[in-house]
Nanobody, 115 residues
Framework: QVQLVESGGGSVQPGGSLRLSCTLSGRIFGIYALGWYRQAPGNQRELVARITTGGGTDYADFVNGRFSISRNNVKNSVYLQMNSLKPEDTAVYYC?????????WGQGTQVTVSS
């Protein structure tokens, strides 16, 4: 059984930075595409960034060059470096992978951007 565990959330002032981490554990038999999503109160969950098994990346338009997704296949981990954070980036951030056509989500980590 595969599990995803996120860490690195917290509170930061506008313009600040945070680095989120997500680690896969359990019965892992390969390398999988991974993504970061977020959900703010009253909003639907939305894609932030994703990375393929080969390292190709894709970002939501609102990222606008501020975030960077990366992965470490040896550590079965994915990271989201977030710079120039804005109050509208406040949300619970989740990582996700898909294995055997089944979506697996982490428990989420809160990011709060406020002065």
């Amino acid at each position: 059984q595969v599990q995803l565990v996120e860490s690195g959330g917290g509170s930061v002032q506008p313009g600040g930075s945070l680095r989120l981490s997500c680690t896969l554990s359990g019965r892992i038999f390969g390398i999988y595409a991974l993504g970061w999503y977020r959900q703010a109160p009253g909003n639907q969950r939305e894609l932030v960034a994703r990375i393929t098994t080969g390292g190709g990346t894709d970002y939501a338009d609102f990222v606008n060059g501020r975030f960077s997704i990366s992965r470490n296949n040896v550590k079965n981990s994915v990271y989201l470096q977030m710079n120039s954070l804005k109050p509208e980036d406040t949300a619970v951030y989740y990582c996700k992978t898909t294995i055997a056509q089944r979506d697996i989500w982490g428990q989420g980590t809160q990011v709060t951007v406020s002065s």
